[in-house]
């Protein structure tokens, strides 16, 4: 692996240019640290950080840059009868950086000698051969201009690498010497040094930006992308959501309604279960319950919250559907015939619900205790028992949190996606009766992108446009929700 | 005096405050009501945690036994020399097979008539197994040498009594007659269950084997995975706390840090998975189901979380800390770094190993990068492979299993959240042991 090596190489000259800027700090103070304008480590911190800093950089850069680079290069240097023949220009360009990563394996296998890969006398058919020895994934076999452009790609994709390497080390070789040649005694080091660390936080503190944008560019460009190839109109009005399964496309239908439906359906049976549970689970443990009770049963609840979502969705798959089933199905307890199979709206619903329990019980926690004691002593001088004064003085008061509880959980609950990949059912369709198996918006994010349709299809970019649909609403509801949270507790701080 | 003789006696009779009026004794019985729902509420959040962990426990025990033919067999260098001259060379190691099976029934006292393909149908082509034996370790021919051989899914489901003869559909896995079989097998001590030690080390099977599945090629996958999000996002999430909360001045630019950290905590996972397929995967071109696009997706889910209970931590910190430090002559930096760093330290560390706990048992976002197509059936070479080979983790493993079509999967599956809920146990109550231990109440 040359890029750990290459930075082993650039931390070495960092680690080196920290001890000689240290002495060389020391050498020209005479030794006496007294004289120095800053601590000796500081003079060798501001040569180590001159050496990682833009070397680091550079090389992030170019290995961002080069891939595209080359892909440019190869791809319209493509002759034109050669793209013409292949379905596009992607699958193309794909099978060749496929047959030169192929190259590369056949030579670090030693099924191919080096020289070989390079050289032109290489001819299609043995390349085949011996690519498939090497347990390269090539499908099918490789026509000669193909093997002629992978070549050209391997070699473009190498020699950048080492003038990447060459140049990485220069330049930290030129900012260790610069660094190097900063260290005097008069020189201030600590200030210079913590100016640079002071950008680097801010640039840790950004990272919550750009995953931001970055969250944002990857839903926007392959949403519009989707829209180019499906109505946009058929996409939010549509009732029907049936894509078809080549992945040709054009007789796929995409309606999203559907989806947002099963979404809101199984959503509303979570928070009909954890609402009220949630809720007098607060309220018992903040107004009623001793600190014994208090220190026993919050953890408890707490430990529901910590269990990750793939064990409630096969929770929901195999005990809660069958049960369900059992109760509501063919043959059941109640000897009725609602429930067909074990996926169903109830089944990712209650367990949805379970989980959403301590989410709600402990916002709303939070929120009963922010209610100022003075309230209740009121009014408890007037007379009124404890449930009175929770049912008509505290709920009240908190009611704006607890709406915006509710509504947080709500955003959690439209996110959610093991629990409805697992237990809700992978048909969507619009119906009323909670124990017909229904789909989501994030299940279907997941089968499409999880199936074997080409990313350039409208079946794969639905995912997309499914995604952004998700953010905006889960996003709309939390910034409200936190709005109405924020401006209530404003009321009583 | 008519008035006055009228207003002393009262129109109602006379009261004891001890008396409870009908009123107050609805009030009362509201009281009562109104705390048995609270009771009510805790108790059913109790009993689905009982179900919870009690169907998790009875589901997924049985993925760690295994049941085996346990078949003392010695094969003798002529036996060998003549088997591997034969043109079916495996069906001769299954006739030694049967051979010595033979001899321990009788040994045991018990006759039951077998065949060949009964023994297959029981245990699969055990004339394979015992020849790659004997191919690799000739050294033993001639010894007595214990095999244990799995026997088929359908006779573990059998021993293990998720069905009897009376549920038994034959079919052409298993026929009734083969039940008798393991019925004699079971006496004379021949089928019996082990603790299945490749279930915890062994690499995923393919569809058709659930016996030989493993979860220990996806627990080093995960491993790889936690490696990156802990070194990406302890020093990150630190950073980026200790700006806002020391240095940052009061401005637009830090207003827009704040509210994106506290949007991105509440995205849902599977947004990170689009995020991961479509700029790590498809821009970057990182290598698909690698533990370290896993690693950075998770990073970025987890650094709202550790940002959020790195800042608490150091709010805790008191001012007159930095006030000393700043006395003395220290530069604001060093005040951070030297004294209120140190102090926050365990409190970060036990926000950070929540947020790995979380990352550990999150599923959607690998569903997309595409680690759940991928069968992982071997252990990366080396530990920079560890980071870029293909691998599966342990969620993504729990999610293959789940989806797969034979039920036998569905133990694995249940035996491996037992796996993952160990290892969120554990380091949650290394958390807890942390905060008890080295956190200062000021």
């Known amino acids: 692996m040359p890029l750990l090596w290459l930075l082993l190489i650039v931390f070495a000259i960092a680690a080196f240019g920290y001890v000689l800027g240290r002495r060389r700090a020391l050498v020209s103070a005479n030794r006496d640290a007294r004289h120095l304008h800053s601590l000796p480590s500081y003079y060798g911190w501001n040569v180590a950080l001159k050496t990682i800093i833009p070397a680091v950089m550079l090389l992030l850069v170019w290995l961002l840059v080069q891939p595209i680079v080359v892909y440019n290069t190869i791809s319209s240097s493509l002759p034109s009868d050669l793209v013409d023949s292949a379905s596009s220009q992607g699958l193309l360009m794909s099978e060749i950086s496929r047959v030169s990563d192929g190259l590369s394996t056949a030579v670090s296998k030693g099924v191919l000698s080096e020289e070989l890969a390079a050289s032109s006398s290489l001819d299609a058919e043995t390349a085949t051969a011996q690519l498939k020895e090497a347990g390269a994934v090539v499908t099918n076999d490789i026509t000669a201009p193909v093997l002629s452009a992978a070549q050209d790609y391997r070699s473009a994709t190498l ?19 610069f660094g190097l040649s900063q260290s005097n005694k008069d020189f201030r080091a600590r200030n210079v040094v913590e100016t640079v660390i002071r950008y680097l936080l801010i640039g840790a503190a950004s990272i919550a930006i750009l995953t931001t944008i970055g969250i944002v560019f990857s839903l926007v460009f392959n949403t519009i992308e989707f829209f180019r190839l499906y109505p946009a109109s058929h996409f939010f009005f549509g009732l029907e959501w049936a894509p078809s399964f080549s992945g040709r496309g054009g007789s796929s239908e995409l309606g999203v309604l559907p989806l947002l439906w099963g979404t809101l359906y199984i959503s509303i049976v979570a928070l009909i279960v954890a609402v009220p549970i949630g809720l007098f689970a607060a309220i018992y443990l903040s107004e009623y319950a001793g600190p014994k009770v208090r220190g026993f049963a919050k953890p408890l609840l707490e430990i529901l919250a910590g269990i990750p979502t793939i064990v409630y969705g096969l929770f929901a798959l195999l005990t809660v559907g069958p049960l369900l089933v059992s109760v ?3 043959g059941g307890v109640l000897g009725v015939n609602w429930q067909g199979g074990g996926r169903a709206v109830m089944t990712a619903g209650i367990v949805m ?15 009963i205790n922010a209610v100022p004691q003075a309230m209740r002593d009121g009014s408890y001088g007037l007379g009124a028992t404890k449930s009175e004064t929770i049912k008509q003085v505290i709920i009240p008061a908190a009611l704006p949190g607890i709406v915006g509880a509710i509504l947080l959980a709500a955003s959690r609950a439209i996110g959610e996606t093991m629990i409805v990949v697992l237990g809700a059912g ?3 369709r619009l119906s009323l009766n909670p124990f017909e198996a229904m789909t989501t918006v994030t299940a ?14 409208p079946e794969a970019l639905v995912a997309f446009a499914l995604g952004m649909s998700l953010f905006v609403i889960t996003l709309g509801l939390n910034v409200f929700a936190l709005y109405i949270v924020r401006k209530y507790r404003e009321q009583y701080d | 005096m008519s008035d006055a003789s009228m207003n002393t006696t009262p129109s109602k009779a006379k009261t004891s405050l001890a008396d409870l009026s009908d009123r107050t004794r609805r009030r009362n019985a509201a009281e009562k009501r109104f705390q048995a729902y609270g009771i009510g509420a805790i108790a059913i959040s109790l009993f689905f945690l009982i179900v919870l962990v009690f169907s998790i426990v009875r589901s997924g025990l049985p993925a760690f036994t295994q049941t085996v033919l346990d078949v003392e067999f010695v094969l003798t260098e002529e036996q060998f020399n003549d088997a591997e001259k034969q043109l079916f060379k495996t069906k001769a190691y299954s006739g030694y097979f049967n051979d010595a099976l033979t001899a321990q029934f009788t040994e045991a006292g018990v006759s039951v008539p077998f065949d060949a393909k009964s023994i297959e149908r029981i ?11 004997y191919r690799e370790n000739p050294d033993q021919l001639g010894q007595p040498t214990s095999f244990q051989l799995a026997a088929s899914s359908r006779v573990d489901a059998y021993i293990n009594g998720r069905f009897t003869r009376d549920t038994f559909t034959e079919s052409r896995f298993l026929m009734a007659a083969d039940l008798d079989l393991v019925d004699a097998m079971k006496t004379s001590g021949i089928i019996k269950n082990v603790f299945n030690w490749n279930f915890i080390t062994g690499a995923d099977s393919g569809v058709d084997n659930p016996g030989g599945a493993g979860i220990g090629a996806s627990v080093v996958g995960s491993f790889f995975m936690m490696l990156v999000v802990l070194f990406l996002s302890l020093p990150i999430g630190v950073a980026a706390s200790i700006y806002l909360e020391e240095f940052a001045p009061k401005n637009r630019f830090t207003d827009l840090i704040e509210v994106n950290i506290s949007n991105l905590a509440a995205v849902p996972s599977i947004v990170f998975g689009i995020l991961g397929l479509a700029v790590f995967i498809q821009f970057m071109h990182l290598p698909q189901s690698a533990p370290l696009v896993g690693g950075l997706v998770l990073t970025l889910m987890t650094l709202p979380t550790i940002i959020i209970s790195t800042r608490a931590s150091l709010q805790s910190v008191p001012p007159s800390i930095r006030d000393a430090a700043l006395g003395i002559g220290a530069s604001k930096m060093q005040a951070v770094f030297h004294h209120v760093l140190p102090l926050a330290m ?3 560390l036990t926000g950070t190993i929540i947020g790995l706990a979380q990352a550990l048992g999150e599923t959607a976002p690998l569903l997309l990068i595409g680690m759940v197509g991928f069968v992982a059936r071997g252990y990366p070479e080396g530990f920079v492979n560890g980071f870029v080979e293909p691998n599966s983790a342990m969620p993504a493993q ?34 807890i042991i942390l905060r008890r231990r080295f956190e200062r109440r000021w």
Do not use: C
Not at chain 1, 446 to 453: E, I
């Open chain 2, 346 to 348: 365990p409190g970060i």
């Open chain 1, 426 to 428: 992978a048909a969507a």
């Open chain 1, 159 to 177: 020699s950048g690498r080492w003038i990447m390497a060459l140049v990485v080390i220069i330049v930290a070789f030129a900012g260790a010497i």
């Open chain 1, 328 to 330: 509501f199905g063919d």
């Open chain 2, 123 to 133: 245990a699969g082509k055990v004339g394979g197994t015992i020849r790659e034996f």
């Open chain 1, 353 to 367: 619900g379970i989980m959403l329990i301590p989410f709600v019980s402990s916002l709303s926690d939070d929120i």
């Open chain 2, 398 to 431: 729990i999610y293959t299993w789940a989806a797969r079509a034979d039920a036998s999967f569905y133990d694995k599956a249940w035996g491996g959240i037992i796996i993952l809920l160990i290892f969120l146990l554990t380091m949650n109550i290394i958390a």
């Open chain 1, 444 to 457: 279907k994010i997941v089968s499409q992108l999880t199936g074997d349709s080409d990313f350039a299809s």
